[in-house]
Nanobody, 120 residues
Framework: VQLVESGGGFEQAGGPLGLSCAAS????????LAWYRQGPGKQRELVAA???????KYSDSVNGRFTISRDNAKNTVYLQMNSLKPEETATYYC???????????????WGQGTQVNVSS
């Protein structure tokens, strides 16, 4: 299984940025999925999750600004980020969940992530 994140870059505070995560060796449609981020000196945190049926949940800090979506035909999960804040500068990762309800991660490995830098 390989997870490949893309779409990161530099953005000014208040701007939007869209991320993508494609998987190989795994059928996305059979799994709940999630986006995580790890900022400098911080622990990795879950940002958003999406169920098999498309239900979504978000961390309080991004709720209302970020949108997670999935395209099972493309085996890809997306994260649209709006109204970005400088403190959201981080490396963003996707992963697979064993359960949308418990948000327990299925894999212990990570992709390379995609770097998001938000300037003030």
């Amino acid at each position: 299984v390989q997870l490949v994140e893309s779409g990161g870059g530099f953005e000014q505070a208040g701007g939007p940025l869209g991320l993508s995560c494609a998987a190989s060796g795994l059928i996305f449609s059979a799994n709940a999925l999630a986006w995580y981020r790890q900022g400098p000196g911080k622990q990795r945190e879950l940002v958003a999750a999406i169920s098999l049926g498309g239900n979504t949940k978000y961390s309080d800090s991004v709720n209302g600004r970020f949108t997670i979506s999935r395209d099972n035909a493309k085996n890809t999960v997306y994260l649209q980020m709006n109204s970005l804040k400088p403190e959201e500068t981080a490396t963003y990762y996707c992963n697979v969940l064993t359960s949308y309800t418990t948000l327990v991660r299925k894999f212990n490995f990570w992709g390379q992530g995609t770097q998001v830098n938000v300037s003030s």
